[in-house]
């Protein structure tokens, strides 16, 4: 699953431009520990995609998905950035029976504006 996801992620990452000229963007990360059972402290961190990287398979704790801990104890990622421009949100997160899914949103300049297409079809 790791080599998928990580796949998935990083294609559609360059696809829909997350990555700046030197493959930066923010991550969001929950700084909460143990004692803060049920409070979260995200932050927006800028961070560079080295040559080697693997998130689905890191381990790191901060990329791990709460709701899937409540079946598994596998490490199962779950995770959110946005270009530094803020024009790309991606979003790698668990689904139903597990099921690890990427998505991303990028609003396209071309786009025509919200009722613009059914008006034009009258």
Same mark, same amino acid.
């Given at each position: 699953?790791?080599?998928?996801?990580?796949?998935?992620?990083?294609?559609?990452?360059?696809?829909?431009?997350?990555?700046?000229?030197?493959?930066?963007?923010?991550?969001?990360?929950?700084?909460?520990?143990?004692?803060?059972?049920?409070?979260?402290?995200?932050?927006?961190?800028? /961070?560079?995609?080295?040559?080697?990287?693997? @998130?689905?398979?890191?381990? #790191?704790?901060?990329?791990?998905? $709460?709701?899937? *801990? %409540?079946?598994?104890?596998?490490? /199962?990622?779950?995770?959110?950035?946005?270009? @530094?421009?803020?024009?790309? #949100?991606?979003?790698?997160?668990? $689904?139903?029976? *597990? %099921?690890?899914?990427?998505?991303?949103?990028?609003?396209?300049?071309?786009?025509?504006?919200?009722?613009?297409?059914?008006?034009?079809?009258?």
């Amino acid at each position: 699953m790791p080599v998928k996801v990580n796949a998935s992620w990083f294609r559609m990452a360059s696809e829909f431009g997350l990555f700046n000229e030197d493959r930066e963007f923010l991550l969001l990360v929950n700084y909460a520990d143990e004692e803060d059972e049920w409070e979260d402290h995200y932050e927006w961190v800028q /961070v560079r995609l080295l040559d080697e990287w693997d @998130l689905a398979a890191s381990g #790191v704790e901060q990329l791990r998905s $709460w709701i899937a *801990g %409540t079946f598994t104890p596998r490490f /199962v990622p779950e995770f959110r950035m946005v270009s @530094l421009d803020g024009q790309t #949100v991606i979003e790698t997160t668990v $689904w139903g029976r *597990g %099921t690890v899914s990427t998505i991303a949103i990028r609003p396209s300049a071309t786009a025509p504006a919200r009722g613009t297409e059914e008006t034009a079809r009258r």
